[in-house]
Protein backbone atom coordinates (compact mmCIF):
# COMPACT_ATOMS: atom_id res chain seq x y z
CA UNK A 1 0.00 0.00 0.00
CA UNK A 2 3.05 2.49 0.04
CA UNK A 3 3.36 2.10 -3.64
CA UNK A 4 0.05 1.98 -3.91
CA UNK A 5 -1.79 3.14 -7.60
CA UNK A 6 -4.54 4.91 -7.19
CA UNK A 7 -7.44 4.85 -9.94
CA UNK A 8 -8.02 8.81 -10.89
CA UNK A 9 -11.60 8.23 -10.27
CA UNK A 10 -10.93 6.41 -6.83
CA UNK A 11 -12.79 8.84 -4.68
CA UNK A 12 -15.78 10.31 -6.93
CA UNK A 13 -18.34 11.43 -5.44
CA UNK A 14 -17.34 10.96 -2.20
CA UNK A 15 -17.39 13.48 0.93
CA UNK A 16 -14.05 13.67 2.74
CA UNK A 17 -13.36 16.17 5.60
CA UNK A 18 -9.68 16.68 6.35
CA UNK A 19 -8.71 19.01 9.28
CA UNK A 20 -5.83 20.81 9.60
CA UNK A 21 -6.13 21.40 5.47
CA UNK A 22 -4.19 24.77 5.13
CA UNK A 23 -0.75 23.49 5.93
CA UNK A 24 1.47 20.52 5.73
CA UNK A 25 0.35 16.55 5.11
CA UNK A 26 -3.55 18.16 5.82
CA UNK A 27 -3.25 20.44 2.94
CA UNK A 28 -1.85 18.08 0.31
CA UNK A 29 -3.84 15.19 1.60
CA UNK A 30 -6.83 17.09 0.61
CA UNK A 31 -5.80 18.29 -2.64
CA UNK A 32 -4.58 14.99 -3.47
CA UNK A 33 -7.73 13.34 -2.47
CA UNK A 34 -10.00 16.15 -4.43
CA UNK A 35 -8.01 15.75 -7.51
CA UNK A 36 -9.20 11.99 -7.17
CA UNK A 37 -12.53 13.12 -7.21
CA UNK A 38 -13.62 13.75 -4.09
CA UNK A 39 -15.40 16.97 -2.43
CA UNK A 40 -13.77 18.11 0.24
CA UNK A 41 -14.76 19.94 3.55
CA UNK A 42 -11.28 21.92 4.67
CA UNK A 43 -11.36 22.60 8.17
CA UNK A 44 -8.34 24.90 10.09
CA UNK A 45 -8.01 27.49 11.89
CA UNK A 46 -6.47 30.22 9.47
CA UNK A 47 -8.60 31.68 6.79
CA UNK A 48 -6.26 32.39 4.54
CA UNK A 49 -4.57 28.84 4.32
CA UNK A 50 -7.56 26.91 3.91
CA UNK A 51 -8.85 29.90 0.85
CA UNK A 52 -5.24 28.78 -0.31
CA UNK A 53 -5.85 25.31 -0.30
CA UNK A 54 -9.11 25.54 -2.03
CA UNK A 55 -7.86 27.86 -4.77
CA UNK A 56 -4.97 24.94 -5.42
CA UNK A 57 -8.23 22.22 -5.80
CA UNK A 58 -10.25 24.88 -7.69
CA UNK A 59 -7.04 25.12 -10.26
CA UNK A 60 -7.34 21.11 -10.85
CA UNK A 61 -10.88 21.85 -11.70
CA UNK A 62 -12.06 19.23 -9.08
CA UNK A 63 -15.21 19.64 -7.13
CA UNK A 64 -15.37 22.84 -5.40
CA UNK A 65 -14.49 22.43 -1.45
CA UNK A 66 -16.26 23.99 1.44
CA UNK A 67 -14.07 25.65 3.85
CA UNK A 68 -15.21 25.42 7.55
CA UNK A 69 -12.71 27.72 9.83
CA UNK A 70 -12.73 26.33 13.52
CA UNK A 71 -10.14 26.53 15.94
CA UNK A 72 -9.74 23.13 17.85
CA UNK A 73 -8.50 24.83 20.91
CA UNK A 74 -11.70 26.57 21.58
CA UNK A 75 -14.39 24.34 19.54
CA UNK A 76 -17.04 23.16 21.81
CA UNK A 77 -19.70 20.20 21.17
CA UNK A 78 -21.99 22.12 19.85
CA UNK A 79 -19.16 23.56 17.11
CA UNK A 80 -18.79 19.99 16.17
CA UNK A 81 -22.69 18.94 16.13
CA UNK A 82 -23.44 21.98 13.57
CA UNK A 83 -21.11 21.06 11.14
CA UNK A 84 -22.30 17.19 11.84
CA UNK A 85 -25.80 19.12 10.82
CA UNK A 86 -24.84 21.03 8.21
CA UNK A 87 -22.86 18.45 6.37
CA UNK A 88 -26.50 16.39 6.60
CA UNK A 89 -27.94 18.97 4.95
CA UNK A 90 -25.62 19.97 2.34
CA UNK A 91 -24.35 16.65 1.30
CA UNK A 92 -26.35 14.08 2.75
CA UNK A 93 -22.98 11.49 3.57
CA UNK A 94 -19.50 11.76 4.56
CA UNK A 95 -17.23 8.87 3.03
CA UNK A 96 -14.07 10.21 5.03
CA UNK A 97 -12.85 11.85 7.74
CA UNK A 98 -9.02 12.55 7.78
CA UNK A 99 -8.20 13.47 11.44
CA UNK A 100 -4.55 15.27 10.67
CA UNK A 101 -4.40 18.66 12.48
CA UNK A 102 -2.30 18.52 15.44
CA UNK A 103 0.05 20.54 17.79
CA UNK A 104 4.03 19.38 18.76
CA UNK A 105 4.29 22.09 21.90
CA UNK A 106 7.40 22.62 23.54
CA UNK A 107 10.09 19.62 23.55
CA UNK A 108 11.22 19.77 27.18
CA UNK A 109 11.89 17.07 30.36
CA UNK A 110 8.83 15.80 31.86
CA UNK A 111 9.14 17.74 35.10
CA UNK A 112 9.02 21.12 33.04
CA UNK A 113 5.65 20.36 31.10
CA UNK A 114 3.42 22.94 32.16
CA UNK A 115 0.00 22.62 33.09
CA UNK A 116 -1.65 24.93 30.70
CA UNK A 117 0.39 23.50 27.29
CA UNK A 118 -0.56 20.05 28.30
CA UNK A 119 -3.94 21.40 28.56
CA UNK A 120 -3.52 22.73 25.17
CA UNK A 121 -2.30 20.30 23.11
CA UNK A 122 -4.71 17.47 24.50
CA UNK A 123 -7.27 19.53 23.87
CA UNK A 124 -6.12 20.04 20.00
CA UNK A 125 -4.61 16.37 19.80
CA UNK A 126 -6.98 14.62 21.64
CA UNK A 127 -9.93 15.67 23.04
CA UNK A 128 -11.31 17.83 19.92
CA UNK A 129 -11.27 14.39 17.80
CA UNK A 130 -13.00 12.78 20.23
CA UNK A 131 -15.84 15.62 20.29
CA UNK A 132 -15.30 15.76 16.47
CA UNK A 133 -15.60 11.85 15.99
CA UNK A 134 -18.84 12.06 18.00
CA UNK A 135 -20.75 13.98 16.58
CA UNK A 136 -19.84 13.02 12.84
CA UNK A 137 -20.36 9.07 13.39
CA UNK A 138 -23.89 9.24 12.91
CA UNK A 139 -23.56 10.40 9.30
CA UNK A 140 -20.15 8.03 8.77
CA UNK A 141 -22.31 5.33 9.84
CA UNK A 142 -25.23 6.15 7.34
CA UNK A 143 -23.02 6.24 4.93
CA UNK A 144 -21.50 3.20 5.04
CA UNK A 145 -24.17 1.55 5.28
CA UNK A 146 -26.44 3.28 2.42
CA UNK A 147 -22.92 3.54 -0.17
CA UNK A 148 -21.30 0.46 1.11
CA UNK A 149 -18.35 1.54 3.24
CA UNK A 150 -16.39 4.90 5.20
CA UNK A 151 -13.17 5.61 6.65
CA UNK A 152 -11.79 7.35 9.45
CA UNK A 153 -8.09 7.89 9.90
CA UNK A 154 -6.82 9.51 12.74
CA UNK A 155 -2.67 11.07 12.27
CA UNK A 156 -0.32 9.19 14.57
CA UNK A 157 3.75 9.24 15.81
CA UNK A 158 6.18 6.70 16.29
CA UNK A 159 5.85 8.34 19.60
CA UNK A 160 2.28 7.07 19.88
CA UNK A 161 3.11 3.49 20.05
CA UNK A 162 7.19 4.33 21.86
CA UNK A 163 7.47 7.09 24.11
CA UNK A 164 10.77 8.78 23.89
CA UNK A 165 12.37 11.59 26.19
CA UNK A 166 11.48 14.48 26.07
CA UNK A 167 8.35 14.09 24.07
CA UNK A 168 6.24 14.73 26.81
CA UNK A 169 2.71 15.82 26.34
CA UNK A 170 2.77 15.40 22.49
CA UNK A 171 3.99 11.81 22.60
CA UNK A 172 1.05 11.00 25.44
CA UNK A 173 -1.69 12.40 22.75
CA UNK A 174 -0.30 10.46 20.16
CA UNK A 175 -1.09 7.34 22.53
CA UNK A 176 -4.22 8.31 23.48
CA UNK A 177 -5.13 8.42 19.30
CA UNK A 178 -4.45 4.67 18.99
CA UNK A 179 -6.12 4.01 21.67
CA UNK A 180 -9.03 5.71 20.54
CA UNK A 181 -8.90 4.10 17.08
CA UNK A 182 -8.81 0.33 18.44
CA UNK A 183 -11.45 1.13 21.00
CA UNK A 184 -13.50 2.72 17.92
CA UNK A 185 -12.55 0.03 15.06
CA UNK A 186 -14.04 -2.56 17.54
CA UNK A 187 -17.34 -0.94 18.40
CA UNK A 188 -17.83 -0.84 14.64
CA UNK A 189 -16.68 -4.17 13.66
CA UNK A 190 -19.15 -5.23 10.80
CA UNK A 191 -20.74 -1.60 10.22
CA UNK A 192 -18.71 -0.90 7.30
CA UNK A 193 -16.58 2.01 8.77
CA UNK A 194 -13.11 1.31 9.10
CA UNK A 195 -10.71 3.16 11.64
CA UNK A 196 -7.33 3.32 11.36
CA UNK A 197 -3.78 5.98 12.47
CA UNK A 198 -1.62 6.62 10.14
CA UNK A 199 2.31 7.56 11.70
CA UNK A 200 3.49 9.89 8.73
CA UNK A 201 7.42 9.51 9.82
CA UNK A 202 9.35 12.66 9.38
CA UNK A 203 7.88 14.32 6.71
CA UNK A 204 8.75 17.86 5.30
CA UNK A 205 6.31 20.15 7.09
CA UNK A 206 6.94 23.11 10.01
CA UNK A 207 6.00 19.93 12.46
CA UNK A 208 9.44 19.07 11.51
CA UNK A 209 10.99 21.74 11.28
CA UNK A 210 10.73 22.59 14.91
CA UNK A 211 11.05 19.76 16.45
CA UNK A 212 14.56 19.12 14.26
CA UNK A 213 15.99 22.82 13.70
CA UNK A 214 19.31 21.34 13.05
CA UNK A 215 17.89 18.82 10.29
CA UNK A 216 18.44 19.01 6.51
CA UNK A 217 14.58 19.39 5.31
CA UNK A 218 15.85 17.82 1.57
CA UNK A 219 16.95 14.65 3.22
CA UNK A 220 12.88 14.42 4.25
CA UNK A 221 10.32 12.53 2.57
CA UNK A 222 7.52 15.33 1.13
CA UNK A 223 3.52 14.74 2.01
CA UNK A 224 3.20 14.24 -1.83
CA UNK A 225 5.71 10.94 -1.08
CA UNK A 226 3.06 9.46 1.70
CA UNK A 227 -0.10 10.32 -0.65
CA UNK A 228 -0.26 6.49 -1.91
CA UNK A 229 -0.63 5.40 1.81
CA UNK A 230 -3.19 8.22 2.35
CA UNK A 231 -5.62 7.22 -0.98
CA UNK A 232 -5.51 3.40 0.12
CA UNK A 233 -6.49 3.93 3.36
CA UNK A 234 -9.75 6.90 2.38
CA UNK A 235 -10.63 4.72 -0.96
CA UNK A 236 -13.06 1.80 -0.94
CA UNK A 237 -9.79 -0.50 -1.91
CA UNK A 238 -8.90 -0.60 1.97
CA UNK A 239 -12.24 -1.97 2.79
CA UNK A 240 -11.88 -4.82 5.96
CA UNK A 241 -8.71 -2.79 6.93
CA UNK A 242 -9.72 -1.77 10.57
CA UNK A 243 -8.17 -0.74 14.11
CA UNK A 244 -4.45 -1.13 12.71
CA UNK A 245 -1.50 1.79 12.61
CA UNK A 246 -0.08 2.18 9.38
CA UNK A 247 3.52 3.16 9.08
CA UNK A 248 4.37 5.59 5.93
CA UNK A 249 7.94 5.27 6.24
CA UNK A 250 9.07 1.87 7.85
CA UNK A 251 12.70 1.98 9.07
N1 LIG B 1 5.70 16.15 9.90
C1 LIG B 1 6.09 15.08 10.56
O1 LIG B 1 7.29 14.71 10.52
C2 LIG B 1 5.10 14.28 11.37
C3 LIG B 1 5.56 13.08 11.95
C4 LIG B 1 4.65 12.32 12.70
C5 LIG B 1 3.34 12.76 12.85
N2 LIG B 1 2.94 13.94 12.28
C6 LIG B 1 1.53 14.33 12.48
O2 LIG B 1 0.98 14.66 11.22
C7 LIG B 1 -0.06 15.64 11.38
C8 LIG B 1 0.19 16.79 10.44
O3 LIG B 1 1.40 17.40 10.81
P1 LIG B 1 2.25 18.36 9.85
O4 LIG B 1 3.64 17.92 9.95
O5 LIG B 1 1.58 18.49 8.53
O6 LIG B 1 2.14 19.70 10.69
P2 LIG B 1 1.89 21.23 10.28
O7 LIG B 1 2.50 21.52 8.96
O8 LIG B 1 2.31 21.99 11.49
O9 LIG B 1 0.31 21.29 10.12
C9 LIG B 1 -0.53 21.12 11.22
C10 LIG B 1 -1.91 21.59 10.85
O10 LIG B 1 -2.74 21.55 12.03
C11 LIG B 1 -3.43 22.79 12.14
N3 LIG B 1 -3.74 23.13 13.53
C12 LIG B 1 -2.88 23.22 14.56
N4 LIG B 1 -3.54 23.64 15.66
C13 LIG B 1 -4.83 23.83 15.29
C14 LIG B 1 -5.99 24.29 15.97
N5 LIG B 1 -5.96 24.67 17.26
N6 LIG B 1 -7.16 24.37 15.30
C15 LIG B 1 -7.20 24.02 13.98
N7 LIG B 1 -6.15 23.60 13.28
C16 LIG B 1 -4.97 23.50 13.94
C17 LIG B 1 -2.45 23.81 11.55
O11 LIG B 1 -3.15 24.99 11.20
P3 LIG B 1 -2.33 26.38 10.96
O12 LIG B 1 -1.40 26.11 9.83
O13 LIG B 1 -3.42 27.32 10.64
O14 LIG B 1 -1.62 26.66 12.25
C18 LIG B 1 -1.92 23.03 10.35
O15 LIG B 1 -2.79 23.14 9.25
C19 LIG B 1 -0.04 16.02 12.87
O16 LIG B 1 -1.05 15.33 13.54
C20 LIG B 1 1.32 15.56 13.32
O17 LIG B 1 1.33 15.27 14.71
C21 LIG B 1 3.79 14.70 11.56
Same mark, same amino acid.
Given at each position: ????QA????????????????D??G????IT???????????G???SK?E???????A?G??L????????H?????DY??????L????????????N?G????????????????????Q???K??????QA??????????????A????T???????G????G????S?????G? =??VL???????GV???????G????K?????????D???L?????LM?????L =??????G?T??T????P?
Amino acid at each position: MLDYQAHQTLLAGKVILVTGAGDGIGREAAITYAAHGATLILVGRTQSKLEATSAAIEALGAPLPAIVTLDLHSASAADYQGIAAALERQFGRLDGVLFNAGLLGTLCPFEQIREREWDELMQVNVKSEFLMTQALLPLVRLTARQHGDASIIYTSSSVGRKGRAYWGTYAISKFAIEGM =MEVLADELENTGVRVNTINPGGTRTKMRASAFPAEDPMNLKTPADLMPLYLYL =MGSDSRGQTGKTFVAQPK
